[in-house]
């Protein structure tokens, strides 16, 4: 159990909410009793209770009972979730909202008396510790900051990014993880095409996306510098990587990436 935290309340445990409960349950800074998880309806979170984690339906007492609030509601509830529970929220809470698209001046807006407000990006792979999560705040706070760097590395990496970004870190790195699995699903089925069974093809596949991941965090290299070793003058990778190509596949993908972007800003 970290000194510098008190207890984490998270709001709305649905699926990123359990998420990221899970995650910090299996990293090694946070204690099982340092945690408050709220959901209406709590039969699906009765083995975190048997773990240690408190489970309630009253919001307003997790919140009191916290020093650090994760909000982890859809965005059309939370605005009025903060006008509901305005009078427990204080200046000495740590508010993180992962809500797509709700500002830090919306955010403040709901807060009688606002403290330290972040906005937070996560992923799924929070619950495997493999997440990448884009943060921004509305101040300069370094110990809240700390705190909240603290929360977010037991998941994954943690990046502070302007808030102007926000909505591009969703695309990129939440939607993300949906555009990165149709690829391995399409790869998948490819190979079964090619003789493999599924379960074999799923474990190349997925190796060799984890060692082409790894590739390019390691060596720090640009992606075409490791295509390049691979594609051999009239070999077959460069064969395929132009037949791709003439299909529109990293257009395909760009397209996809930008009407993402597009659907959150409208």
Not at 239 to 265: P, T
Request: charged share 20%; with cysteine.
């Amino acid at each position: 159990m970290t000194k510098d935290l008190g207890k984490v309340a998270i709001i709305g445990c649905g699926n990123l909410g359990k998420s990221i409960l899970n995650g910090l349950l299996e990293g090694e800074t946070f204690a099982a009793e340092q945690l408050i998880a709220t959901k209406r309806n709590l039969a699906s979170l009765q083995e975190y209770e048997e773990k240690g984690v408190t489970i309630t339906s009253d919001n307003g007492k997790a919140i009191a009972d916290s020093q650090l609030v994760v909000l982890a509601l859809k965005p059309h509830q939370m605005l009025p979730f903060l006008k509901e529970f305005e009078e427990v929220f204080t200046k000495d809470h740590i508010v993180v909202s992962l809500a797509t698209g709700i500002t830090i001046a919306q955010l403040e807006s709901g807060l009688k008396e606002p403290g330290t407000v972040f906005r937070a990006m996560p992923n799924t792979a929070t619950t495997i510790l493999e997440s990448i999560t884009c943060v921004c705040a509305n101040n300069d706070n370094e110990a809240h900051k700390k705190l909240v760097t603290t929360l977010f590395d037991e998941l994954g990496e943690t990046v502070f990014i302007n808030e102007d970004l926000m909505e591009s870190a969703t695309v990129l790195g939440a939607c993300g993880i949906a555009f990165v699995l149709r690829f391995i699903r399409a790869m998948v089925q490819g190979g079964i095409q090619i003789g493999f069974s599924a379960e074999v093809a799923g474990k190349i596949v997925n190796q060799t996306v984890k060692g082409a991941a790894e590739l390019l965090m390691q060596n720090g290299e640009h992606p075409e510098f490791e295509i390049d070793k691979v594609t051999t003058p009239r070999g077959c990778t460069i064969a395929g990587l132009n037949e791709m190509e003439h299909n529109g596949f990293s257009s395909a993908l760009i397209k996809g990436i930008v009407a993402s972007y597009q659907k959150i800003e409208k």
